[in-house]
């Protein structure tokens, strides 16, 4: 490294007594490569995007450039902070407080976790996760059914800021092509590749594999294997 780039690393927050300076700034500031990934790495600007449980920007690593993107999910106002989150989005109150505690070490004041009253966002997040999980358990025996889950779950986004859309967008297109229903497929892989330019932007991994689905939506690998159904 060099004089600057080590005096910038030294310089982050290390919660680890433990372990070795080094590796506990790691262990703290580390953004992973990818979902479910084991590597990590920091970065001198990106590993100081504060955290908040309702976040501005999406962070992003995409392996082909082999960098780290923030993308805005929202407008920001200049003079704002820039403000990305560290937890999967659909927790409660008390789950995200316990995690961010472990992890890092801090109470969240967000806006979200100062507000009165969490009843009604954790009630919205605790059937979000419901319908997820019953958006492909009803995938092959009821997938109209499916379907209505799906457009409940992006409708519970829109009460919690209209974030994460995207794997749900994916869901409908799947199911939809499966099925042979492609006027609604069409619909949800339009929507799926605007929400996808969102969170990862035109550099992003499947960004081509989402625009071919948008442009025609029978080229998904699984289109049509299902007895056809319309479904919308």
């Known amino acids: 490294m060099t004089d600057l780039d080590k005096e910038s690393f030294y310089a982050l927050h290390n919660i680890y007594s433990d372990v070795p300076t080094a590796f506990g700034i790691v262990r703290t500031n580390g953004l992973p490569l990818g979902v479910d990934a084991?590597?990590?790495?920091v970065y001198r600007t990106l590993s100081r995007v504060n955290h908040s449980c309702a976040p501005n920007v999406h962070?992003?690593?995409?392996?082909?450039t082999k960098k780290e993107y923030l993308h805005a999910t929202r407008d920001i106002a200049g003079?704002?902070?820039i403000l990305t989150s560290y937890l999967d989005p659909f927790l409660v109150r008390e789950e995200r407080m316990k995690r961010l505690w472990k992890s890092f070490q801090f109470e969240c004041q967000c806006e979200l976790c100062a507000a009165?009253?969490?009843?009604?966002?954790?009630?919205t997040v605790r059937r979000i996760k419901i319908c997820s999980d019953?958006?492909?358990?009803?995938?092959?025996s009821d997938p109209k059914k499916s379907i209505q889950f799906v457009r409940e779950t992006l409708a519970l986004l829109d009460k919690i800021g209209g974030e994460g859309k995207t794997p749900f967008y994916y869901d409908g297109y799947?199911?939809?092509a499966m099925y042979g229903d492609y006027t609604l497929a069409q619909e949800f892989?339009?929507?799926?590749l605007e929400s996808y330019i969102m969170d990862a932007g035109e550099e992003g991994e499947n960004y081509e594999r989402y625009l071919k689905y948008s442009q025609n939506p029978r080229s998904h690998e699984r289109a049509g294997c299902a007895p056809r159904r319309i479904l919308s």
């Open 116 to 123: 009165p009253s969490p009843a009604e966002y954790d009630l």
């Open 189 to 192: 892989a339009t929507l799926l």
């Open 174 to 176: 799947q199911i939809s």
């Open 38 to 41: 084991v590597d990590c790495a």
């Open 134 to 140: 019953l958006i492909m358990t009803c995938a092959s």
């Open 59 to 64: 962070h992003t690593w995409n392996p082909k």
């Open 79 to 81: 003079g704002s902070e």
